[in-house]
């Protein structure tokens, strides 16, 4: 029988970033349902004012959130820089046929940090994360021209007469219909991209949960209490354990 041995992994940073940005993730996709709805829900312009307001200050923490773990990829322990993180690199597609072949077989290989193809989700979730953060912060400004780029989109679609700091969403007669018009042009493929990323994300989603929870089960170990308490337990010896360090 194998032992069991418990390993210090994820530091507070990481598993701080990783709970905010699920709540954060949650609170924008149902806002952003009800408002891709709202018509149908029979919601006004001011309810949803309200509701793109509420869901661009989500936004912000969101945003905020993801540029730390950017940062903190430079600054983190062992498990949570971008050399264990990213996929590739000498040897990488040795270890994903490895780890497949030896989780079929029914003797999954060990991992304190990211598996090689945990990997791969990993870096297409920070990947679409970023999409939405970005394409995000364009839509704020070019809906209720809230920062960064608000002040700059007011100021070009303000009419003659009006002061840019004053205009507030779907007042159009305070617009230059022209300079509106061709402001939601250049908005369009960003709203775009901003839905189906959206889209893509919850599919990406959906499959995380469900492989975090079959490898939890097959591995026998403890990958979400691990993100709570930063130690894991794993049996025998994983494949990139630290040697040269106590676990």
Known sequence: MDEFTVHRVWDAPTRWFHWINALCVIA????????????????????KITLKTVHTWVGYVFALNLAW????????????????????GRGYLHAVRSYIAAFVAGNP????????????????????LATQAVTGLVLAGTDLFYPPFGSSIAERVAAPGVDPATLVPYALDTYDKAAYDEMRAMRKPYALVHLYAFYVLM????????????????????????????????RGHPVDEDRTQGG
């Open 28 to 47: 924008l996709a149902a806002i952003g349902l009800v408002i891709l709805n709202s018509k149908g829900l029979g919601i006004g312009n001011e309810g």
């Open 69 to 88: 773990r950017l940062v903190w990829a430079f600054l983190g322990n062992r498990y949570a820089r971008w050399r264990a993180i990213l996929p590739g």
């Open 109 to 128: 290989q060990q991992y304190l940090g990211h598996n090689p193809l945990g990997r791969l989700a990993v870096v297409l979730l920070l990947a679409l």
């Open 203 to 234: 599919v990406v989603v959906v499959l995380h949960v469900t492989a975090v929870i079959v490898t939890e089960v097959r591995e026998r170990g403890n990958i979400v209490s691990a993100m709570f308490t930063g130690m894991k337990i794993v």
